[in-house]
């Protein structure tokens, strides 16, 4: 259903592009996010852009992170900029649908790696 790509090594400062790209519209998902997990840590929201168009950002990634959605390819993408190491992790992109039921899908996530 979703396939994230777009990870890869990076030097502190530095910038990349993440992708999410759907089977199916992505407008008929009511939240499109993307999550990370660290090695021994648990999963944590990275950013999440509703249907109508808000976005929503943790406190660590504000302002250097930004999610935006292509409607057209079906695509939900993380531009990520002034990476810090301690942004290392999987990446993964989730979708929410709340009808006819509540159903939630993960991609299969991307390694970030933030190094000199």
């Known amino acids: 259903q979703l396939q994230a790509s777009g990870g890869g090594l990076v030097q502190p400062g530095g910038s990349l592009r993440l992708s999410c790209a759907a089977s199916?519209?992505?407008?008929?998902?009511?939240?499109v996010g993307w999550y990370r997990q660290a090695p021994g840590k648990q999963r944590e929201l990275v950013a999440t852009?509703?249907?109508?168009?808000?976005?929503n950002y943790p406190e660590p990634v504000k302002g250097r992170f930004t999610i935006s959605r292509d409607n057209a390819k079906n695509t939900v993408y993380l531009q990520m900029n002034s990476l810090k190491p301690e942004d290392t992790a999987v990446y993964y992109c989730?979708?929410?649908?709340?009808?006819?039921?509540?159903?939630?899908?993960w991609g299969q996530g991307t390694q970030v790696t933030v190094s000199s």
């Open positions: 989730n979708a929410v649908r709340i009808a006819p039921t509540y159903q939630s899908y």
């Open positions: 199916e519209r992505i407008f008929s998902f009511i939240s």
């Open positions: 852009i509703a249907s109508g168009g808000s976005t």
